[in-house]
């Protein structure tokens, strides 16, 4: 799976912003996708993931406690776009995304779980 990531920018705190994830390939169909992010100091961390649509996950959602209920995660089998919708934007919020796929049974929310990766997209909060 070849994936690119946009959609990042400026916005200040409680503000809102889409990400986006253009993916190429048939096996989108049948991955795991997430999202991860990256800050000097924190490394790179798991935000969100979504279940393939066949199987045991079924489609269903995953979400880091530090953005459970202001980031919602989503996929288009018909356009093959996975997205990430952040409302409530906070300073802490601020790093660079990236979307990865994962194609291992079980779904992980390490980075090491996922074989593909898109280049990144910066998004950064004011305060």
């Known amino acids: 799976v070849q994936l690119q990531a946009s959609g990042g920018g400026l916005v200040q705190a409680g503000g809102s912003l889409r990400l986006s994830c253009a993916a190429s390939?048939?096996?989108?169909?049948?991955?795991?996708m997430g999202w991860f992010r990256h800050t000097p100091g924190e490394g790179r961390e798991f935000v969100a993931a979504i279940g393939a649509p066949k199987g045991w996950y079924e489609g269903r959602t995953f979400y880091s406690e530090l953005v459970k209920g202001r980031f919602t995660i989503s996929r288009d089998l018909t356009k093959n776009m996975l997205y990430l919708q952040m409302n409530n934007l906070k300073p802490e919020d601020t790093a660079v995304y990236y979307c990865?796929?994962?194609?291992?049974?079980?779904?992980?929310?390490?980075?090491?779980?996922?074989?593909?990766w898109g280049q990144g997209t910066l998004v950064t909060v004011s305060s």
């Open positions: 390939g048939r096996s989108f169909y049948n991955a795991h």
């Open positions: 990865a796929a994962s194609r291992q049974r079980q779904l992980g929310y390490a980075d090491s779980d996922y074989a593909s």
